[in-house]
Every structure is written in structure tokens, then in C-alpha cells.
Nanobody
Framework: QVQLVESGGALLQAGGSLRLSCTAS????????MNWYRQAPGKQRHFIAQ???????NYTDAVKGRFTISRDNVARKVYLQMNSLKPEDTAVYYC?????????WGRGTQVTVSS
């Protein structure tokens, strides 16, 4: 079965750290560019980080210097290490890739940062 499953979301205080994981199944994981998006309450889903098949990373400005994306091709996982979290980082975080020209999304994991 082709799917992405996120985990690691939590409720925590501002300034804290959290690592999200996304486990892929049903795809040749190492061949895919992997992305993290997030969707805050009442807002659209936005791109936040990407890691290519060769390990090149890209970030949206809002998370540069605080978040780090990484991947483990053997474990078929992509991670998002989040440091210095802020209340505005509160959102549902989604793992994403494009397979056969179609978006493949996980169901998301909730991150809530209190002030």
C-alpha cells in the first residue's frame, strides 16, 4: 500500500524542540524528493522544507535556521527537526511527495506551541 504516515506531533511550550517523522511505504523511497508542509488553523497549507534525492535541502524563510529536514533511505523515513519553536509554528504538519505526477500526502500530525 502506498502511503505516508507522520508521527511525533505534540503540545509544547515556546522555545522547545520536536522531531517529526514520516514513514513511507509502497514507494522506492530513495528515488523521491520529500517535502514537509504545514497548515495553521483557518489558513492554507504551505511548503516549509524539502530534501532531494541527493540530500540537498530547501526551506521557507519562516523556518530557516530553526528547522532541519533529513532523510534515512534505509528506514524509508524523512524527519523534520524543529528547534526554537514559536506559537506561530502551531499547525498540522504534512509529509508530501509527488508520485506519477500526483500529490501524495500523509494525514498529518498536530504540533501546538503555547506561549
Amino acid at each position: 500500500q502506498v502511503q505516508l504516515v507522520e508521527s511525533g506531533g505534540a503540545l509544547l511550550q515556546a522555545g522547545g524542540s520536536l522531531r517529526l517523522s514520516c514513514t513511507a511505504s509502497g514507494i522506492i523511497f530513495s528515488a523521491y524528493v520529500m517535502n514537509w508542509y504545514r497548515q495553521a488553523p483557518g489558513k492554507q497549507r504551505h511548503f516549509i522544507a524539502q530534501i532531494t534525492t541527493t540530500g540537498t535541502t530547501n526551506y521557507t524563510d519562516a523556518v530557516k535556521g530553526r528547522f532541519t529536514i533529513s532523510r534515512d533511505n534505509v528506514a524509508r523515513k524523512v524527519y523534520l527537526q524543529m528547534n526554537s519553536l514559536k506559537p506561530e509554528d502551531t499547525a498540522v504538519y504534512y509529509c508530501h511527495t509527488i508520485r506519477h505526477s500526483r500529490d501524495l500526502w500523509g494525514r498529518g500530525t498536530q504540533v501546538t506551541v503555547s506561549s
